[in-house]
């Protein structure tokens, strides 16, 4: 059955404080990888598609990696408004579905 | 373009009414999908569709779910009769092509009471 996994749950950091949020998928057949951000009250927001292992693709402060089986987003010295919940999903060959992970929550504090 | 567009932002109502959420897609995209949002479960996909055409309704929880998209600029999601546990934010999103990201309205939030 196909999965998707994201650690941890919640992350705290001081503003400054780097750290690495992670998502773990199995799938089928992985057609892209794709990185959102979802700000309380608000729908989530597209960040970045990864579509085979090695990828790396960069925005500000954010960075995001994959391999055959998880894909991380580093944040580089977090600012406040970088918290944020941020949620992974994956598009399999298999119907062209969308499974998303549940999401860590950051809080990146001054 | 405006973006996907939802309606209505907030709706409440008591259970056994009829409710139904409303989505405009971004013009030019091909693909629809409907999800919940909960804290409990996430988000879970619904159904989509591909040009117009509903392509995997595996996610809708119940028949009292349906969900329909009449023409390329337009998809209703209907829960008849509504229950408290239908309480959730939902999203609809478009996509313009397999293998490009979707893109996500403002969402629904359902207050079933």
């Known amino acids: 059955e196909d999965q998707v996994t994201q650690s941890p749950e919640a992350l705290r950091l001081q503003e400054g404080e780097s750290s690495s949020l992670n998502c773990s998928y199995t799938?089928?057949?992985?057609?892209?990888l794709f990185w959102y951000r979802q700000d309380p009250g608000k729908g989530p927001e597209f960040l970045f598609t990864?579509?085979?292992a090695g990828e790396e693709k960069e925005k500000e402060r954010l960075k995001a990696t994959l391999t055959k089986k998880e894909s991380f987003l580093h944040i580089t010295a977090p600012k406040p408004e970088d918290s944020a919940t941020y949620l992974c999903?994956?598009?399999?060959?298999?119907?062209?579905?969308?499974?998303f992970g549940s999401g860590t929550k950051l809080n990146v504090k001054p | 373009d405006a973006g996907v567009i939802q309606s209505p932002r907030h709706e409440v109502t008591e259970m056994g009414q009829e409710v139904t959420l409303r989505c405009k897609p971004i013009?030019?995209?091909?693909?629809l999908f409907w999800y919940r949002q909960t804290m409990m479960r996430g988000l879970e996909l619904l159904i989509y569709f591909n040009n117009n055409v509903p392509i995997d309704d595996s996610g809708m929880p119940e028949d009292r779910f349906s969900a329909k998209m009449p023409n390329a600029s337009f998809s209703t999601l209907k829960i008849q009769p509504s229950e408290p546990r239908d309480s959730a934010v939902y999203f609809c999103?478009?996509?313009?092509?397999?293998?490009?990201?979707?893109?996500f309205g403002q969402g629904t939030r359902l207050t079933v009471v």
């Open positions: 999103a478009s996509r313009g092509g397999v293998g490009t990201e979707a893109f």
């Open positions: 013009s030019g995209h091909d693909y």
């Open positions: 990864l579509y085979s």
């Open positions: 799938v089928s057949g992985l057609r892209g």
């Open positions: 999903a994956v598009q399999t060959y298999n119907f062209n579905k969308f499974y």
